[in-house]
């Protein structure tokens, strides 16, 4: 009786480590992807590219080549990064420059649709 306890332990241990390990590489919901975004802006389109994790949104780049130096600028500079610490485009835009931060902010949205 002690043999048939013992080798159900066993077996029940092994295969429990086993669906351990098997699982261990098959998280997707952790890995990290990249989005990108398009929206217009004062000058012209302003393009995002977005890292996530799940739904973290890790870091924001922008790019308006058309954007006011200056004014427009500012906003690309600024807002990707409050942007990604707020985990949400519900944030202020740039004083001056509210058509570019408005794209900015639409640009991220339309990325984050994407997912």
């Known amino acids: 009786m002690k043999k048939v306890i013992i080798i159900v332990v066993v077996f029940a241990l092994s295969f429990g480590f086993l669906t351990l390990v098997n699982n261990k590489g098959s998280n997707t919901a952790s890995e990290q992807e990249t989005l990108t975004g ?15 994790k799940s739904d973290d949104i890790i870091s924001v780049e922008a790019v308006g080549d058309d954007e006011t130096e ?28 509210t058509y570019s931060s408005d794209g900015i902010k639409a640009a991220v ?4 649709e994407s997912k």
């Open 38 to 52: 398009t929206a217009d802006g004062f000058g012209g389109p302003i393009n995002v590219t977005v890292v996530v």
């Open 70 to 97: 200056g004014i427009g600028t500012m906003a690309l500079e600024q807002l990707p990064d409050l942007i990604a610490e707020a985990d949400s485009t519900e944030i202020d835009g740039v004083s001056g420059a």
């Open 109 to 112: 949205k339309n990325a984050l």
